[in-house]
């Protein structure tokens, strides 16, 4: 097919998105009671990194109906997933004119971070002995920083926003920071540099072949010794471009697992299992929710089988309660 008529395809398509309603995904559904409370049963002193907790990537990408469904990557409100089990937000922020909302990419999801912020505090003020790990990242628009730490330093109570690993028990009824954004000071466990740039391939030979091998990045965040700094690995192959590789974005999240069973117990490891591949071969446009139906399969088949495998975190495209109890039930 020729360019122009590829162009041509892609056009008609969003206009035809553009033509339908849109709204915020949300699922009527119940929760098992202990989903909200699971961290009440980890120890005071076991270290954050080494608790296996389940996320959700692009966690406010809700907004479903015309051309919104291709940012889609969640079913649940950011209230649902906290009830679900969910710890570990990744939540991407945009600026315009000042007032900070959700997005994915370049659409907007009708949720301010205000929004955001009062959720997560309501939670945690009703139940005190979990905590929230959140990575915020600048997504669009103008600079977040400046708002965004005026509105975490008016909250000290409800923020950590040191640069260490901490305990469970020093965070429960708190917001763990992940920082992807630029800030002078320090602030958070800084995700910001480095992320997709400061790629090291000497720990396995296997990590640095096939299609994946420039997703899979272990780096230093800050200094790592005994006092200061956090050291982080992530795993996050999310374009496979065609339907067909799938099976490489499975082995990749499975190299991660078992990563992170030997992984140094002060270190973060974040393994995303979220992906996309296009429409077609000739309309480069995203289909995260296909990939995440054949994402599922692998991981409801395997996930059963390792129910006391130390996974750290792991992050889904439109999470469910099991896969969340997957994660969270491999501590006890």
């Not at 909200?36 to 907004?63: K, Q, Y």
């Not at 296909?290 to 059963?304: D, F, G, I, R, S």
């Amino acid at each position: 097919m020729k360019k122009s008529a590829i162009f041509l395809s892609i056009i008609v398509l969003l206009i035809c998105f553009s033509l339908a309603g849109c709204k915020s995904a949300s699922l009527d559904l119940s929760f098992d009671e202990y989903s909200s409370r699971w961290m009440g049963d980890i120890d005071d002193n076991t270290l954050l990194s080494s608790v296996s907790i389940p996320g959700t990537h692009d966690t406010g990408a809700l907004r479903i109906g015309g051309i919104y469904d291709l940012g889609t990557t969640q079913d649940h409100t950011i209230k649902q997933q906290l009830q679900a089990g969910v710890r570990f937000f990744d939540i991407r922020l945009g600026n315009k004119r000042g007032k900070l909302e959700v997005y994915h990419n370049f659409l907007k999801q009708g949720i301010t971070c205000e929004q955001l912020f009062d959720d997560c505090r309501e939670f945690l003020q009703n139940h005190p002995t979990e905590c929230i790990l959140m990575s915020i990242k600048q997504e669009h628009g103008d600079s977040i920083t400046d708002t965004l730490v005026q509105k975490i330093k008016q909250e000290p109570e409800l923020w950590y926003t040191r640069y260490a690993v901490p305990t469970v028990g020093e965070v429960r009824g708190k917001i763990v920071l992940f920082r992807r954004f630029d800030c002078e000071e320090e602030m958070g466990v800084n995700l910001r540099s480095g992320m997709p740039n400061k790629i090291k391939t000497q720990i396995s030979p296997k990590w640095n072949n096939g299609l994946y091998r420039k997703n899979m990045y272990p780096y230093e965040s800050g200094f790592r010794d005994f006092d200061f700094g956090v050291h982080c690995f992530v795993q996050d192959y999310y374009n496979l471009r065609i339907k067909s590789n799938i099976v490489e974005g499975w082995k990749a999240i499975v190299d991660c697992f078992e990563y992170a069973k030997s992984a140094d117990k002060d270190t973060y490891v974040i393994n995303f299992t979220s992906c996309y591949y296009n429409l077609s071969a000739n309309i480069p446009l995203p289909n995260a929710r296909a990939a995440a139906e054949a994402m599922h399969e692998y991981l409801n088949e395997y996930l059963p089988k390792h129910p006391k495998d130390d996974y750290r975190i792991v992050l889904f495209d439109f999470v469910d309660e099991e896969l969340s109890k997957s994660i969270y039930l491999a501590n006890f």
